[in-house]
């Protein structure tokens, strides 16, 4: 018998180890304003149709 799980998109774009994290992390930004742009232009391209809020941790 097989086992999976159907994970949806949003669930696995913005999870942990998933696109939106390894994308960003990293990522150099000149500004806290280029790092905010480059967030909320990424999330709303994995998924424009869910809100969102991005926090910054200052490295």
Do not use: K
């Not at 999870?15 to 150099?28: K, L, M, Q, T, W």
Request: aromatic share 12%; with cysteine.
């Amino acid at each position: 018998m097989l086992q999976y799980l159907i994970v949806a998109p949003t669930e696995w774009n913005f999870h942990p180890r998933g696109a939106f994290v390894r994308e960003i992390s990293g990522c150099p930004a000149s500004s806290r304003r280029a790092a905010r742009f480059a967030a909320d232009s990424l999330a709303l391209s994995l998924d424009p149709c869910v809100a969102f809020a991005c926090r910054f941790v200052d490295a």
